[in-house]
Each structure stands twice: as structure tokens, then as C-alpha cells.
């Protein structure tokens, strides 16, 4: 039984070490929303919400998130007692539409709180079955052809096992053919962020020439439908990472083939319970997943490593070392790969098996809120 007494939440900045350019926007430093979360028992644990710094990924930002979390998922779970970190997901969906990563920045705390009461690392606590998993890197889009190439070479030399690339209209062919050439058996893969309509459906066709492992989210953010007719027209696989919000949204993608492959990302779907969820439905259905990312700091990277333990996270997620990211992590020790792109899961202790550096944390914080249970 777990209930849940304390919650601060922390906004810190944390220059990102090269700019990240998608689609739909531009991020140079991130604006991160760190909470930390303490049960009756005196027990204390870390959190992230992955909310950007703009509604240009999803409608919530980190700070409509956290006014929704102050003014809504605090005061719900204040007082309520959950035997399971999996109950905590459907007493946030009551008459409480969307706010996901509101939402999923409580729910994971809450599996956390229940990891460490348990003595257990989180990893195993959501039945994770692997000791390490194989990273990738998502390139945000460069000035040229050959910026992309050299950005490429540095990946693949670092050791990555996916390499995806930011397209867009201007940004899309031509760069990718470039690296293509460049590296004839690399395992890439394309991310639109919703920079297509179905009238680019031959433009994107072209991409099938290029042997992508697949391409992400071409069309609109909250479409399914579209994306079975492009399907039907690709032979690349398509992986919907926008669309899918919960697990309905993932049935609904399995019965209309709008998609082969799914990206989940605990926050955009509400916590791990819907991302455990979404992972199973989709071993049942022969559909593999990977574990996205939404730059995080190492805290909320620590959830990501221990959900992409699970069985059916057969291809390497956006699952980077704290390294290509920042010149210092608030963890200890920094998430770190090996020469063969394999990141370790921590398993020898309980938790999110990283320290949280809270001096670092107090240093980077520009505002900070503390809600109590009455
Ligand atoms: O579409 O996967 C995306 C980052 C912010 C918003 C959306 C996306 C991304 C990434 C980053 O691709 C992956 C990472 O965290 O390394
Ligand atoms: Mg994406």
C-alpha cells in the first residue's frame, strides 16, 4: 500500500549540447519539469514529466503541466491508498480527460514508491527480462547533405544501433539517399513529425528505395486513418509514435493497419501501466516496439531503460548516453553505452537504480512547488 504525501516539482535548464531540430520546432535548451515524490512512510523518489517546452509534440507543455498536476493529479491521489502502482492509471482517467504527461509523471512515481518499498529494481518490478538494451540516436535535422553524413559517421563510429533521422519537406530525400550512399548496410530509419499529408504519398514513396527500417509518424499527430491508406501505398514499415496515446489508440492502429511498429513512450500514453499494456497487446500481435524518447534528463531516462528491459522491445529505442545530451547529468552514475551500443540495466539495487544528484538539481532550479496532503 503506497500513499502518496508529498510532491515538489522542480523546473531546472539544461543547454542541450547540440541544437535538436525536428519538423515541427527547435530546441537548444530544455526547460525540464523534475518531481520529487515522498509516501507516508517517509519514502522518497524522483520523477520527470516529459512535457516540452512548446505544444508542438503534443498540446501539453511543462507548464500547462504543471498547473494540471497542482490542480488535479495532486489533490486525486492525495489521500487515496493504492495496493498496485497499476491502479494509479485508472483512478487518474475518471471524468479526467487527456493530460498524459501530467498524469504519467505521478503514475511512474508510483511505481518507483512501490520498487523501492519492495526492494526491488523497477525493471524487474515491470517484469523486464533483459540486462542490457541496445541504444539508438535521433539526429535532428542538419544544414546539408553532408552535415548529415558526418553527423551520421560519428553515430555509427560511437557505436548506435538505430540511427534516425529528423526529415521534413526540403530535408527528406536527398539527405537520407546521402547517407544511405554513404553508409550502404547502416540500420536507418526517418522521423516526419507529422510533416506530410497523403498528397506526398509518391514523394515518400521514394524513401522505399532506401531500405528504412521504417519511417515515423509521417502524417497528422492524431491521425490513424490516414495512415493505414499511406501503408497500403509504402512498402517501409510505418511506427506511429503521436497518434498512439493509450492503448485503445494502439488496437485501433493494430485492427486498420495504419502502422507495423510502435514507439511508446511512457508520458505521450499516461505512465507504464499503459505502456506495459501497449506492450503486451502488441507481442500478441506480432508487432515489435521500442522505447522513444523525449530528450530527457536521467531521471526520466531511467524509466525509459527499465520499460525497454521488457521482452517485446526487440529494436533499440531513442535511448542515448546522458553524454550526447548534456555536459553533466543530474544522476549518478550518467547513463553510459559501450562500444557495441548496449546500455546497462541497473539491477543491483532498488528503484530507478541512479542516484539523483539533488545539489546538481537545487543548482539548475529556476522555480519550485511543494504540495502537501491535508
Ligand atoms: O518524435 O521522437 C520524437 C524529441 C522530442 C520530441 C519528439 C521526438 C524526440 C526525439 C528525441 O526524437 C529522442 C531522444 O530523446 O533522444
Ligand atoms: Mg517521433
Redesign the pocket.
Known amino acids: 500500500m503506497i500513499r502518496i504525501q508529498e510532491i515538489t516539482l522542480n523546473e531546472i535548464r539544461l543547454p542541450l549540447k547540440e541544437p535538436?531540430r525536428?519538423s515541427?520546432g527547435l530546441?537548444t535548451e530544455r526547460r525540464i519539469m523534475l518531481l520529487k515524490v515522498r509516501d507516508a512512510d517517509g519514502v522518497t523518489v524522483w520523477s520527470e514529466c516529459v512535457a516540452?517546452e512548446h505544444p508542438?509534440?503534443a498540446s501539453e507543455t511543462i507548464d500547462t503541466a504543471w498547473v494540471v498536476i497542482s490542480e488535479y493529479v495532486a489533490p486525486r491521489v492525495f489521500g487515496a491508498e493504492f495496493e498496485q502502482a497499476a491502479h494509479v492509471h485508472p483512478a487518474l482517467e475518471r471524468n479526467f480527460r487527456g493530460h498524459n504527461m501530467a498524469k504519467a509523471a505521478i503514475e511512474m512515481a508510483a511505481w518507483a514508491l512501490i520498487a523501492e518499498r519492495d526492494g526491488m529494481p523497477l525493471a524487474r518490478l515491470l517484469g523486464g527480462t533483459r540486462t542490457e538494451i541496445a541504444t539508438?540516436?535521433?539526429i535532428?535535422i542538419q544544414a546539408s547533405p553532408a552535415a548529415l553524413v558526418e553527423r551520421v559517421g560519428r553515430a555509427l563510429a560511437d557505436g548506435y544501433r538505430k540511427i534516425?533521422l529528423?526529415i521534413e519537406p526540403g530535408h527528406d530525400i536527398d539527405f537520407v539517399q546521402a547517407v544511405r550512399s554513404a553508409y550502404p548496410d547502416a540500420p536507418l530509419m526517418a522521423?516526419a513529425?507529422n510533416a506530410y499529408t497523403l498528397k506526398d504519398a509518391a514523394h515518400l514513396k521514394q524513401l522505399d528505395h532506401l531500405h528504412l527500417v521504417m519511417i515515423?509518424?509521417p502524417l497528422a499527430y492524431d491521425d490513424i486513418v490516414r495512415h493505414a491508406e499511406l501503408q497500403r501505398m509504402l512498402t517501409t514499415p510505418i511506427c506511429l509514435?503521436?497518434s498512439i496515446t493509450s492503448v485503445d489508440r494502439a488496437e485501433d492502429m493494430i485492427t486498420l493497419k495504419s502502422g507495423r511498429i510502435i514507439?511508446i513512450?511512457p508520458g505521450r500514453v499516461g505512465g507504464l501501466q499503459q505502456s506495459r499494456a501497449i506492450h503486451d497487446l502488441c507481442a500478441k500481435h506480432g508487432i515489435p516496439v521500442w522505447c522513444?524518447?523525449?530528450?530527457?534528463s536521467g531521471v526520466g531516462r531511467a524509466y525509459n531503460v527499465a520499460l525497454a528491459s521488457l521482452p517485446n522491445f526487440t529494436i533499440p529505442g531513442?535511448?542515448?548516453p546522458s553524454a550526447?545530451?548534456w555536459e553533466r547529468d543530474v544522476v549518478t552514475p550518467e547513463w553510459t553505452m559501450n562500444a557495441q551500443g548496449m546500455m546497462q540495466v541497473p539491477l543491483d539495487r532498488p528503484g530507478i537504480g541512479v542516484a539523483i544528484d539533488e545539489n546538481r538539481i537545487a543548482d539548475l532550479t529556476v522555480r519550485s512547488q511543494t504540495l502537501r496532503a491535508r
Open positions: 535538436f525536428i515541427s530546441c516540452g508542438n509534440y539508438g540516436i535521433s535532428g534516425k529528423k522521423d513529425n515515423e509518424q509514435d503521436e514507439n513512450k522513444g524518447g523525449m530528450l530527457e531513442d535511448l542515448s550526447r545530451y
